[in-house]
């Protein structure tokens, strides 16, 4: 178990357009998401915690306005990038953790969306 | 700022070899955990050793944590051409509440030829 499905895989728009990216819990709660950038032969840096029901924190030099998170219940959570621009152009992943016990608790990820703005 | 440093940054061997990774982390952690990515895909757990623990195996994977020198290696014997992959360690520091974040290492990226 534990499976968190992306969608979609590959995004290419062009500058201006605003791009959503879905992450779900298949099968399982997801209390907590986290949405991570990745850029290319480098690590991922967290973007942002998305909690059910309650504002998503973001990490600090992350724009909330830039990247509007939404986590409306248990299993999904939504990313949306706004008015993308070519340097919004990465690879976003996004992972899930099940509920209690919060510590010593995995994350399940996503396969990753990778995004290019023209 | 990364909290782990995985070192090698990149490791050739041969099918067969063992590969070890190591990985240096800063602050006093919760746990320590390993990842590892296929090129362009998501992040698959690995190994979780809690930081009261010092050694932990998984199939062929043998995690140790020293936290009096904080740092963790991952062994991975008798490497397959299939375990070549970026290999990543991430510590999870208490910072209250629930949320409990993986901060991740630069990565090691290992490749296993046939």
């Known amino acids: 178990g534990a499976v968190v499905s992306q969608h979609p895989s590959w995004v290419i728009c062009k500058s201006g357009t605003s791009v959503k990216i879905e992450c779900r819990s298949l099968d399982f709660q997801a209390t907590t998401m986290f949405w991570y950038r990745q850029f290319p032969k480098q690590s991922l840096m967290l973007m942002a915690t998305?909690?059910?029901?309650?504002?998503?924190?973001?990490e600090q030099g992350v724009e909330k306005d830039k990247f509007l998170i939404n986590h409306a219940s248990l299993t999904l959570s939504t990313l949306t990038v706004t008015s993308a621009h070519p340097e919004d152009s990465s690879f976003y992943i996004c992972s899930a953790r099940k509920r209690q016990p919060y510590s010593n608790q995995p994350q399940h990820f996503g396969d990753g969306t990778r995004l290019s703005i023209l | 700022s990364q909290q782990g440093e995985e070192d090698p940054q990149a490791l050739s061997i041969q099918e067969g070899e063992n590969a070890t990774m190591n990985c240096s982390y800063k602050t006093s952690i919760n746990n320590l955990q390993w990842y590892r990515q296929n090129s362009g895909r998501g992040l698959v757990h690995l190994i979780l050793?809690?930081?009261?623990?010092r050694e932990k195996h998984s199939g062929r994977l043998r995690v140790t944590l020293d936290t009096s020198k904080k740092s963790s290696s991952l062994l991975i014997t008798a490497s397959r051409a299939a375990d070549t992959a970026s290999y990543f360690c991430a510590t999870v520091r208490n910072s209250g509440g629930s949320n409990y974040k993986l901060t991740f290492g630069k990565g090691t990226l290992l490749t296993v030829n046939p």
């Open positions: 998305s909690n059910e029901g309650s504002k998503a924190t973001y």
């Open positions: 050793i809690r930081s009261n623990e």
